[in-house]
Each structure stands twice: as C-alpha cells, then as structure tokens.
C-alpha cells in the first residue's frame, strides 16, 4: 500500500495529491492514508501535508526498499518479487532459504546492510549500511550442471555495462568475479548453488556494490584496494537506480544465456570489457600457483595462461593478480 502512495506522489511531482483521491484509490479510511504517510515520514520521506490540498512529495532518502526498485523497473523476470531486509546476516543465506522452499526465479533479496557478508573461499565482504548495494537473485536455469559457474562471468559483463553506463567511465572486468575502476575493486560476485542429479536446482547469484561508501570508511585491510561508484562518478548515485540498471543489463544476458545453452555466444561481449586478457599474472588456485600471460578464455569461460617455458594451463576458478 506504501508504493502505491508513493507512485501516487511521484506522479504528480511537485503537486499535491488530495487524501481523497488516495482514500479512493486504495479503497482504505483517511486515518489510514495518513498512517501510512506517517510511516513514510518517518522513513525518511519528506513529505508535506496541507488541509484542503494534500499531501506532496519533497525528497525521497536512498533506500533500496521494494517500493523504491519496483518504481521504474522495466524487467519482466529480474526482481519481480523483492524481498528487503534492514540488516540481515548475508543476503545469500535468505535467498538459499527461500529458493529451498520453492520462490520464483528472480526473486531479488536485498538488504541495507549485512553482518556476515561474504567473499568466495569463506572470505569477507565488508557491507556498511546506506551505502551499498547488497543483493542475491534467484535463478532456476535448465542446464546441465557444468554450465552453472558461467552465470558468473554472464553477470560481469551486465555489471560492467551497468556500472559503465551509470558512472560514465569504463568498468572493467577481472576475471572471474571482479569488476574494477583503475585497477580498484568496487564490485563482486559469489554465485552459489544447488544441484541434483545433473541438473541446477537453482543458483544465488550474490551481487556486492560499494555504491556510495566513502572512501575512508573502509576497513584498513582494503583501503588501496577499494572503491566505489560515488568516488568514480564524483557524486553519490541513489542506490535503487543501482539495483534497476543491473537488473536491466542483466535479463537479457541472462535470457541469451539460458536460451544458448551456456556462456559461448556471449564470449565477445566478455572480452569486450575485460582487463585481465593479455597481462602477465599470478593465479592462486586450489591446486597451487601459476604463473604466465593470460591468453584467453574459451567458450566455457575457462582462462588459459601460457607460462614462460611455452605451456599452456587452463585456469577453472582461482585469485589472480596482475
Ligand atoms: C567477492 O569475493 O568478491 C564476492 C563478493 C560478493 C558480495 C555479495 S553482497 C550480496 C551477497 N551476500 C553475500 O554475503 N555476499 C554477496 P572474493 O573474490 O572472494 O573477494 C573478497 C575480497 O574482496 C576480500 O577478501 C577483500 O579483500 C575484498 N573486499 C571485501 N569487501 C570489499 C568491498 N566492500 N569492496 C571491495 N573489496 C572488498
């Protein structure tokens, strides 16, 4: 009910929109239209309220409630069903538990802050409130089992446009779940998922944006490491705007993606945003350490590095440096 007060606001900008008008609408008492304008204020809203005239909208806080994402979305899958948490432990955890107890496919959970937030390999992800963007998507793709890891690097690339499209400078990716600005991290992703058989059960794509994190508000550890989209820009970005230009880039890679069959037509478009090809590296993998010239990588988002003695290896998941 509180989007639809708000749409109401926002369509008329700068105009009052009477209380009977949203009492009809929403076929509720004046009381409760004014509870629920109460309860809008009291979020952050500024909103004014004059007798005989109404209520208008002056400012809206950056939040990254449901009410704030839906208003403009154009996706038809991608957060259709939002799910928003204040605090929550790590938003892949909640989007685990509800994909388990059968939600829909692009069910987006997102949450202002997160307690536990979490890097690939147990690491941490540092995720202050108010200023970034915290999020999981749930995905049910019907393909085998050994294309799920590719959704990673399907998502770098709509991240990259993304995050080039609103900063206005070139976002690069580094393989396989980083995206950077001038060699510094501002973006992650950990795709976690669920199997049987053959088959993805489904998949939580978790997102991390520092969006407007100042800079001296980073943990020491990756202070040089890190930044974000404010400090890229010069000016804070509203971070629901975030959130519906990734959604946005992401459908229809997502829907290429699935309808292909795997990563292998959308190759192009990774290399076309990527930083990491063509850099001497060191890649730390499970099995050890590498080291050589990123070369490439293949249909299946595969990296191959040649080292200096000629031999080429082919690099599944790993760190790398370069
Ligand atoms: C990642 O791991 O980059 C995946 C990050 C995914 C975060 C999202 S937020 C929503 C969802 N819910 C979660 O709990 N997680 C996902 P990895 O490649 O392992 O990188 C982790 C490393 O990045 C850390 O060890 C730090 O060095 C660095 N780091 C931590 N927080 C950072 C931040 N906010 N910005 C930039 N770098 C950070």
Redesign the pocket.
């Known amino acids: 009910m509180q989007s639809t007060i708000l749409q109401m606001l926002r369509e008329h900008p700068g105009d009052f929109v009477s209380g009977e008008a949203m009492c009809n609408t929403l076929g509720v008492s004046r009381t409760a239209v004014w509870k629920h304008i109460k309860d809008l204020q009291d979020a952050g809203y500024q909103i004014e309220a004059v007798r005989n005239k109404g209520y208008r909208l002056q400012s809206s806080p950056d939040l990254v409630t449901a009410a704030e994402i839906r208003d403009g979305l154009s996706t038809t899958v991608l957060g259709q069903t939002i799910v928003y948490r204040e605090t929550i432990d790590?938003?892949?955890?909640l989007a685990q538990e509800l994909a388990n107890n059968g939600a829909m496919e692009g069910t987006l959970v997102i949450a202002d802050e997160?307690q536990?937030?979490?890097?690939?390999?147990g690491?941490?992800?540092?995720?202050p409130p108010h200023s970034?963007v915290?999020?999981?998507l749930i995905l049910r793709p019907q393909l085998p089992l050994a294309h799920a890891a590719q959704i990673t690097l399907v998502t770098a690339i709509a991240l990259a446009k993304a995050l080039t499209r609103l900063t206005g400078v070139q976002a690069g990716i580094k393989w396989p779940?980083?995206i950077l600005f001038n060699k510094k991290?501002?973006c992650?992703?950990?795709t976690e998922m669920h199997a049987e058989f053959d088959q993805i059960h489904h998949l939580v794509l978790?997102?991390?944006i520092?969006v407007n994190?100042p800079q001296e508000d980073?943990p020491e550890?990756?202070q040089h490491?890190?930044t974000s989209l404010q400090a890229v820009k010069g000016t804070p970005i509203p971070r629901a705007k975030v959130v519906q230009v990734v959604l946005e880039e992401l459908e229809p890679l997502y829907r290429q993606y699935v309808a292909d069959g795997g990563f292998g037509t959308l190759r192009d478009q990774w290399k076309a945003h990527n930083i990491t090809l063509g850099n001497e590296i060191i890649a730390h993998t499970a099995q050890g350490t590498i080291q050589g010239r990123a070369l490439d990588i293949d249909e299946f988002g595969v990296l191959l590095v040649e080292q200096p003695d000629g031999e080429q290896k082919k690099i599944y998941s790993a760190?790398i440096m370069f």
Not at 116 to 121: H, K, V, Y
Not at 123 to 127: A, H, K, M, P, V
């Open positions: 790590s938003t892949n955890n997160q536990q937030g979490r890097g690939r390999r690491r941490n992800w540092f995720s970034g915290w999020m999981s779940n980083d991290k501002c992650g992703i950990l978790g997102i991390g520092n994190v980073f550890d990756i490491i890190a760190d």
